[in-house]
């Protein structure tokens, strides 16, 4: 049983009618998440456990699905209709790639997610990363990076962002941070223009990473680039999550850093 999700802009909303008649004319059973403006089953996805979530937009709607599902550890699988990394094909392949989810011809590949803890709170879990930053525009954000439970450094910058390997390609790599291809178990820390000139950092992803000493005007907590979570406290932790993001994949032609690989070479 498949779930279907989709974003609500024309080109997505066409292309879910295709995947649409494409599952009933090979009898293949679906469920529609229930913001969807189509007739059939539907469900919620917190209430619900399919075996393949099928995802039809952008990477903004794969990170909110993975967010949705939080600890659930359900395949998705992205059909972009418009440009992005996150999803496995698009409009001129999809077809191809739902025979061979129907031939159960895929594998499934991990990948590493983070939370961070503050307020005596746990944040949904992040694909791509997680910023500390001030929510005043031209504002300075202060503090003290710590490691393994030891102080590494002070800083006074724009920000900082802790990214996963997912995550490298986004906020993180516009500002100068490496991109980290496939899915090695690090992650990377960000200075967003740090005055005291520090450079990216790559940790092993069981490395505690602890933020203290916070001082900004009204500091704030994004999550995966949408999520702003106001930081009523003085530090956070930021740690890996045990729960990954499934995603389904058919071969390394379709597959994040091999997409990387041809938008690098096109912009050489």
Do not use: W
Request: aromatic letters at 10%.
């Amino acid at each position: 049983m498949y779930f279907l999700k989709s974003k609500q802009d024309s080109n997505s909303v066409e292309l879910t009618k295709k995947v649409i008649n494409f599952f009933k004319k090979n009898k293949i059973s679906f469920y529609l998440d229930e913001n969807l403006k189509f007739q059939g089953n539907k469900s919620n996805i917190k209430n619900f456990d399919p075996k393949i979530i099928i995802a039809i937009g952008d990477d903004n709607l794969i990170l909110n699905t993975f967010r949705e599902l939080g600890e659930k550890q359900i395949p998705l699988f992205g059909i972009a209709s418009s440009r992005g990394f996150l999803a496995q094909c698009d409009a001129a392949n999809f077809q191809d790639c739902l025979k061979l989810l129907k031939a159960d011809k895929y594998t499934i590949f991990k990948r590493s997610r983070i939370v961070a803890v503050f307020n005596k709170k746990t944040t949904p879990i992040a694909l791509n990363d997680i910023g500390l930053f001030s929510s005043k525009s031209a504002s300075l954000l202060r503090y003290t990076l710590n490691l393994k439970n030891e102080k590494f450094m002070t800083d006074t910058s724009d920000g900082i962002v802790i990214s996963t390997p997912t995550g490298s390609t986004g906020y993180s790599f516009s500002a100068g941070g490496p991109v980290v291809l496939d899915e090695p178990s690090i992650l990377s820390i960000t200075p967003i223009s740090s005055l005291e000139k520090h450079a990216p950092l790559i940790i092993s992803d069981d490395t505690k990473i602890n933020i203290t000493d916070i001082q900004a005007q009204s500091p704030v907590v994004i999550i995966d680039g949408s999520i702003r979570i106001p930081l009523k406290d003085d530090s956070l932790a930021i740690e890996k999550s045990k729960y990954s993001a499934n995603f389904v994949q058919f071969s390394k032609e379709y597959s994040i850093e091999n997409k990387l690989k041809k938008t690098f070479r096109y912009l050489l």
